[in-house]
């Protein structure tokens, strides 16, 4: 399975303003360059987090691929599934009607079981037959772990005082707040 983001979320977790503040950083004394840099960081310790932990922050949509009918979804926390698509024996894509499954949406990862008495319907035997299209992320950021937003600060922090390529030793301390506020989402397949 693989997925990619095929809308992004509307706004970023953390405001310019915070990062400036973070960074003991005033507004009105920073090159317009220095801005845009502060919100290039922003979107990439996002992203970042985001990989890291397999969690959506903010509401987004995510388009994931199969080669069967799904078990679990990759990315959490799902907020909804739009859609479950999958190439049938002639070839044609099929959207499979949502009251044929179920999604469990309090587990992480999300899981997903064929409702009952439900069949799944016979697929094209080849790689990436079948997709989901769902929805993830927090309401919004006030609804975000305080380990997110602190991991964020860290990352951007770094990045920001450090502009060359470096060797690190990990775990840094972003990955130590994520992975010890039970944020990262572990997969066992």
């Not at 190439?87 to 099929?94: I, R, S, Y």
């Not at 927090?138 to 609804?143: G, I, L, Q, V």
Request: negative net charge.
């Amino acid at each position: 399975m693989a997925w990619k983001v095929t809308t992004d979320p509307a706004s970023e977790p953390l405001t310019t303003a915070e990062v400036l503040n973070y960074l003991k950083l005033e507004s009105s004394s920073l090159p317009a360059a220095e801005t845009t840099l502060i919100e290039t960081l922003i979107k990439a310790a996002r992203q970042w987090v985001e990989r890291h932990c397999n969690i959506g922050l903010l509401p987004q949509t995510i388009t994931e691929v199969f080669d069967g009918f799904p078990e679990e979804l990759s990315v959490s926390p799902v907020r909804s599934v739009t859609a479950i698509s999958y190439k049938d024996l002639d070839g044609a894509v099929q959207t499979w009607t949502a009251s044929n499954y179920v999604v469990d949406t309090y587990e992480q990862p999300a899981r997903i079981r064929r409702a009952y008495g439900v069949v799944n319907p016979s697929l094209r035997d080849e790689i990436n037959n079948v997709s989901a299209v769902y929805v993830i992320g927090y309401d919004d950021a006030d609804a975000l772990p305080a380990q997110v937003k602190q991991a964020m600060l860290l990352t951007i922090a770094d990045a920001y005082e450090n502009r060359e390529n470096y060797v690190k030793q990990l775990p840094t301390a972003a990955e130590y707040i994520l992975e010890s506020g039970g944020i990262r989402i572990w997969r066992f397949r």
